[in-house]
């Protein structure tokens, strides 16, 4: 069974930066694909951020530049290192993760495995 376990997630102002993390359990991290989504109250979920096997990285338009992806695979985390957070980056942060080994994975439907959520909230 695995498990993703998100944690980071607060209240920071404008121009501040977090770092989220995601612990996975039950599977063979390495070789997965991780990725970071996100949900804004009354919106649909939104693809932010992957990195799979090769740490090949995809981002977002909307954060490209200002948000990093990384892994770390001797700790079975994936990392996702926030800066110049704006009041439209407040949202659950969904950590997600799939055992597909392909370039380039930006929907929820290509996922299969999914985390709890932690809230991010940045004030003006």
């Known amino acids: 069974q695995v498990q993703l376990l998100e944690s980071g997630g607060g209240l920071v102002q404008v121009g501040g930066s977090l770092r989220l993390s995601c612990a996975a359990s039950g599977c063979t991290f390495s070789s997965y694909t991780m990725g970071w989504f996100r949900q804004a109250p009354g919106k649909e979920r939104e693809f932010v951020a992957q990195?799979?096997?090769?740490?090949?990285?995809y981002y977002s338009d909307s954060v490209k530049g200002r948000f990093t992806i990384s892994r770390d695979n001797a700790k079975n985390t994936v990392y996702l290192q926030m800066n110049s957070l704006k009041p439209e980056d407040t949202a659950i942060y969904y950590c997600?993760?799939?055992?597909?080994?392909?370039?380039?994975?930006?929907?929820?439907?290509?996922?299969?495995?999914w985390g709890q959520g932690t809230q991010v909230t940045v004030s003006s």
């Open positions: 997600t993760a799939t055992p597909r080994s392909g370039l380039l994975y930006v929907t929820a439907a290509q996922y299969d495995y």
């Open positions: 990195i799979n096997w090769r740490t090949t990285t």
